[in-house]
């Protein structure tokens, strides 16, 4: 099948509401382009450079920032992206609203949540949730507009396990009133997973190699 036959299936079965990402990540800007003209506006990316060198390439996008954000890399996403859905912690915080306050452009962010507790994963504990929030609410350039996880990998039952509980802290957030943070958009689901991930809340997906195939690694 093809990224365009892959596209309509999905599609078929979403609701209008539902946010769909097309994650990139690794694939040619030709095959971007068979996704744009079957109407996708948003694509993941999950390393700056990359995202960097398709951005001149392909105009009307919205860009989404998936991966694992290094600091010194902030500045080159500076009003290129629309969301970056990885912040997850203090030190990336600071860092982000420096270099957005520099050139007077707002950053619009999801709280990336280590649902899962991995080590081998990004996003922040809940422990420590609290404390970042603080911090979000003496910014003056990061807007907080929701929750994204990547959940471990399990049964059905694990998988809905984590994505109640993610939407349990999302509607939890969505009723309070703080400063800077709005639950807009809870991102979370994948291509093997998506359709969990909806039924339990979410609203906004990421899905690569069920959009494109299978992704090969090449050694640079
Ligand atoms: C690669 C990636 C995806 C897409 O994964 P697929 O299994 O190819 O759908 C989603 N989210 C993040 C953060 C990713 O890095």
């Given at each position: 099948m093809s990224i365009s036959d892959h596209i309509k299936d999905i599609k078929n079965e979403l609701s209008q509401d539902i946010i769909l990402i097309a994650v990139s990540k690794?694939?040619?800007v030709s095959e971007m382009q068979e996704a744009y003209e079957c109407g996708i506006r948003d694509f993941g990316e999950n390393k700056v450079q990359e995202l960097i060198t398709k951005y001149d390439k392909l105009?009307?996008?919205r860009w989404h920032f998936i991966g694992n954000l290094q600091k010194n890399k902030v500045k080159y996403l500076v009003d290129k992206v629309y969301l970056i859905h990885s912040l997850d912690s203090i030190r990336l915080l600071k860092e982000i609203e420096k270099q957005y306050k520099k050139k007077d452009k707002i950053a619009q962010v999801l709280i990336e949540i280590n649902i899962g507790e991995e080590t081998s994963k990004g996003g922040i504990i809940l422990s420590e949730l609290q404390e970042l929030i603080n911090a979000?609410?003496?910014c003056s350039n990061v807007k907080v507009k929701g929750l994204m996880a990547i959940i471990p990998k399990g049964s059905e039952e694990e998988c809905?396990?984590?994505f109640k509980s993610m939407k349990s802290i999302w509607d939890r957030l969505s009723n309070e009133s703080y400063k800077?943070?709005?639950m807009k958009y809870l991102s979370m689901g994948m291509t093997n997973?998506?359709?969990l991930a909806i039924e339990e809340g979410a609203n906004t997906i990421r899905i690569g190699e069920g959009?494109?195939?299978k992704r090969?690694?090449?050694r640079e």
């Open positions: 690794t694939r040619s105009p009307n996008i979000v609410e003496i809905r396990y984590y800077n943070i709005e997973d998506y359709k959009i494109f195939g090969i690694y090449r």
